[in-house]
């Protein structure tokens, strides 16, 4: 058996590594780039990126966040990636311990966080992430006392179902399709790894934050909108985080 405080501390060591491949996955899937091949460079001047200066955290804190080479600024986002992993990463083994509902959890994890910012950036939400999240989604619910796999297959099938309907009404009354194919693949893949009564709470939580922040937005930019701002993905992506860790809580409330 080993010590706890070693299974930490090799969960933060991989929850880093993971967070610093998800912002590949982030920068080149929607892209259409290879995840594998070429190693890192610098977006701005080109320069391969050595495996010392893409050390998770640390080469963003040695290298004050530039670029060795030409100088140029490293976003914040990249680190924050890699915190925000390994976070969940541990929350997850907290709360559900070790095993393979944990290894499918950190999967709903990473796709939900590189979901957020492809969403956010693109306005695109990738099938090769969702389709398979679904099945694992699936498996999770399997697993899980108290859920099983027809519960997984509901939450599936009402989150599909909810969303098609918020794009209906949009259609029919606004003329407007605020809600994509893609967001309900994504609905889909969370109601599977939720059940229905959870994924209730995470559309509800998803409505909330989208309408604060509409509004917080609307009142800073004097009434325009960011068309990012009314994507759905994002709200849904950091509600499913949310409810997954406090869903007991959110579904009394």
């Known amino acids: ?74 976003s914040w986002r990249y680190p924050l990636v890699e915190a925000v992993t390994t976070l969940f990463f541990v929350l997850t083994y907290l709360t559900i311990g070790l095993g393979v509902r944990m290894l499918l959890v950190w999967f709903l994890v990473s796709a939900l966080l590189a979901i957020f910012f492809i969403d956010l950036d693109f306005g695109i939400i990738p099938d090769r992430i969702t389709l398979p999240g679904i099945a694992l989604g699936l498996a999770f619910a399997a697993l899980t006392p108290g859920l099983g796999w027809v519960e997984g297959a509901l939450g599936s099938v009402a ?50 934050l989208a309408l604060v922040w509409l509004g917080v937005s609307t009142l800073l930019l004097r009434g325009k909108v960011q068309r990012h701002a009314t994507r759905v993905g994002p709200y849904v992506s950091i509600a499913a985080l949310v409810t997954f860790l406090f869903g007991d809580r959110l579904i009394r409330f």
């Open 159 to 208: 989150g599909a179902w909810a969303l098609w309907l918020v794009a209906f009404i949009g259609d029919v009354l606004f003329k407007e399709r605020g809600v994509r194919g893609a967001d309900i693949k994504l609905a889909a893949m969370v109601g599977a790894f939720m059940g229905w009564d959870r994924l209730v709470a995470t559309l509800l939580a998803a409505s909330v």
């Open 1 to 74: 058996m080993l010590p706890r405080w070693f299974v930490l501390a090799l969960i933060i060591w991989l929850g880093l590594w993971v967070g610093s491949f998800l912002n590949v996955v982030i920068y080149r899937v929607p892209r259409g780039e290879s995840v594998v091949k070429p190693r890192s460079r610098c977006p701005r001047c080109g320069t391969m990126i050595r495996w010392y200066q893409n050390l998770p955290l640390l080469s963003f804190v040695l290298l004050r966040g530039r670029c060795a080479y030409c100088g140029v600024g490293i």
